[in-house]
């Protein structure tokens, strides 16, 4: 349905001969392929450029009032003619009576090409009607090889999150949770098989600490309940046992007095000696942190199913083998990459790299004097155990900027190690700091603490409308609900790298380009349609031509957009390329409804219209859940 109907208006224009000339192009998920592919002919058969070299140059503009393309006359490299008077030639000989554009409009060597709103409404609406959910997904994206899908799809590992177990969740795993699970959701709607792994902080001496302290004061009752919390609490008190005593055994030094029995017993020793047992896998303390990262992980679901995620895997620092990485020292000493200085094992990238490269890597230590692995080390084998596993054609680690050394580092010893395939599969995606983020009870904890007091605040701003706020049925779901998507609107607002800072009265406003915004937007959408009342059959039979006003033609042109957005944001991999557009959508949804009413209109211009703004919803709707938003139908 939809795309027949510019079929029949352009004769010879068929679905498979333009995938054919274009291979990116796919009419029958995307219209806007459809009208590139007819301007392409069209312009080709003015100007004698081979439609080939048209089509790819043929861009977006930045509003509608530019047009729905633009053409850059010089980008075409045309010899020994001015692109000016070639854009006025052409645009004079553009025919007047072509189906699918109005007369090109030019300045200077570029030509604008609005798109006539009648035939694009008569094709649009049941398209995204009849496509729902599927509308702005591309399977095709992923493909190993897109003329031959029985080769099946291509994966990509996306690492996001990554907590560390008995630490606070700041700031920088909240947006690394946000951005990597949009990541995701973006590849997956393009067609990928996608892995979403959660490689949590849960090993090191600290961790042998923790069990210490659990062994002292642990409670098993607390740690059923809330294992976050209490293994938090637990490592607070232990740590601060532990600077009292250093700072104890340092005075008596001082003092003279002989310290090294004290020194042997000390939380410090003890929880290095408890480490060493977990790195030899002894099988008691290993047990107990099975226990506590089983009971974790548990914990960490409930939460981020509160945001649509769920991972395929839960893997962790814990999780790397010693064998694998006694091997991969190994492997490093044979390549020359490592070197051994005074019992540590080191990488020196001023030596590996010639320049500022080598300079900007610097020195770093991958096995401590006694043998103990780092955080790096244990990245270069997870790295190539992942590979072992899943093969990936991509994989993506989003992590904040302040780890960019540590991923170049890690990318640089695969490389150096010979995988350089493998490394060059691998990407960081980083982003900036977020600034003053506190929860009114204090410093931020944990996610759950995060998103609480978003809701609690939430909650105050609908009360001050207590009209509409004893409307809705469940406010404290709903205040969660609108909580969440505030943030997660704030966090992906600008690009990645930018820092921002948290403002609570700014993000859960109503007004400008919030959250909740966009859940009004997106509620309004649906509370018309409960209104309207209409049946499937009244929207599949609504005479579509009647919606003639320049309102419904512009909302249209919005939503034609959707699927070239989605395409582009794959090569900006900023949510805001996502989340500018559907602002820009809902202003143009919002800015009709004077002029565009549903309930109240004659029978005919009703169902016309409940078609073109059900389509808006169900936009709105893929939007907002590419996101990681869930879309709320009342309030
Ligand atoms: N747990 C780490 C931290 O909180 C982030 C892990 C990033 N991923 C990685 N493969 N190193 O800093």
């Not at 043929?58 to 009032?65: A, F, M, P, R, S």
């Not at 049946?535 to 003639?548: G, I, M, N, R, Y």
């Amino acid at each position: 349905t939809g795309i027949d109907q510019l079929t029949t208006l352009v004769n010879g224009l068929s679905l498979d001969s333009i995938t054919e000339k274009h291979p990116q192009a796919h009419p029958e998920i995307n219209p806007l392929d459809f009208y590139r592919a007819h301007l392409s002919n069209v312009l080709a058969g003015i100007s004698g450029v081979d439609s080939q070299i048209i089509f790819p140059v043929i861009n977006w503009t930045t509003g509608l009032d530019k047009g729905d393309f633009v053409l850059a006359v010089p980008a075409l490299r045309i010899k020994g003619q001015k692109p000016d008077a070639l854009a006025t030639k052409w645009a004079e000989e553009f025919p007047t009576e072509d189906p699918l554009f109005d007369k090109p409009t030019t300045s200077g060597p570029f030509m604008s090409f609005f798109l006539k709103g009648g035939p694009l409404s008569n094709s649009l609406i049941p398209m995204i009607r009849n496509l729902g959910e599927e509308y702005g997904r591309n399977r095709f994206n992923g493909l190993k090889d897109p003329k031959d899908p029985k080769q099946g799809k291509k994966r990509i590992v996306v690492e996001f999150s990554s907590p560390n177990v008995a630490k606070p969740f700041h700031a920088g795993h909240l947006r690394s949770t946000i951005i990597g699970s949009f990541l995701a959701n973006l590849y997956e709607g393009s067609g990928w098989d996608v892995v979403r792994i959660n490689y949590l902080g849960d090993w090191g001496k600290q961790y042998g600490l923790l069990a210490l302290a659990y062994e002292k004061y642990g409670n098993e009752e607390a740690l059923q309940k809330d294992p976050i919390d209490h293994l938090f609490k637990l490592y607070v008190q232990i740590n601060s046992e532990m600077t009292a005593e250093k700072e104890s055994i340092e005075a008596q030094k001082k003092e003279g007095k002989d310290v090294t029995e004290l020194e042997a017993n000390s939380l410090d020793e003890q929880a290095r000696r408890y480490f060493k047992r977990m790195t030899d896998r002894d099988e008691d303390v290993l047990k107990q942190w099975k226990i506590f990262r089983d009971l974790s992980i548990k914990r960490y679901k409930e939460t981020y199913s509160r945001l649509n995620i769920a991972f395929d895997k839960y893997s962790g620092e814990s999780q790397v083998s010693e064998d694998a990485m006694a091997k991969i020292a190994v492997e490093m000493e044979e390549k020359n990459i490592s070197r051994v200085d005074n019992g540590a094992t080191l990488v020196d990238f001023t030596k590996l790299l010639p320049g500022k490269e080598g300079k900007r890597l610097g020195v770093t230590v991958i096995r401590k004097r006694d043998g103990t692995a780092l955080y790096l080390t244990r990245d270069i084998c997870e790295l190539l155990a992942r590979y072992e596993e899943y093969k990936f054609d991509h994989m993506i680690y989003v992590v904040a900027s302040a780890q960019d050394l540590h991923l170049k580092q890690l990318f640089e010893i695969i490389g150096q190690l010979g995988y350089k395939d493998i490394a060059n599969r691998c990407q960081h995606i980083n982003f900036g700091l977020v600034l003053g983020m506190s929860t009114r009870k204090g410093t931020v904890k944990f996610l759950d603490d995060i998103l609480r007091d978003c809701a609690d605040h939430m909650h105050e701003t609908m009360k001050k409308n207590q009209d509409k706020y004893a409307q809705v049925e469940n406010p404290i779901a709903t205040a969660d609900i609108l909580g969440i998507s505030s943030v997660m609107v704030q966090d992906m607002s600008g690009k990645r790298i930018n820092n921002y800072t948290f403002n609570m009265e700014a993000m859960t406003s109503f007004e400008g380009d919030t959250g909740p915004y966009l859940q009004y937007a997106h509620s309004r959408l649906c509370s018309i349609k409960r209104r309207a009342n209409l049946t499937e059959e009244d929207l599949l039979s609504a005479d579509l031509s009647l919606l003639t006003e320049q309102h419904a033609t512009n909302v249209v042109r919005m939503l034609s957009q959707w699927p070239d957005t989605v395409q582009n944001t794959l090569k900006t991999l900023e949510p805001t390329t996502v989340l500018t557009y559907l602002f820009k959508m809902s202003h143009a949804v919002s800015s009709s409804y004077d002029h565009l009413q549903v309930v109240g209109s004659e029978k005919e211009l009703m169902k016309a219209r409940m078609a073109l703004y059900d389509a808006a919803r169900i936009v709105l709707s893929n939007g907002m859940k590419l996101l990681g938003l869930t879309p709320l139908e009342r309030y």
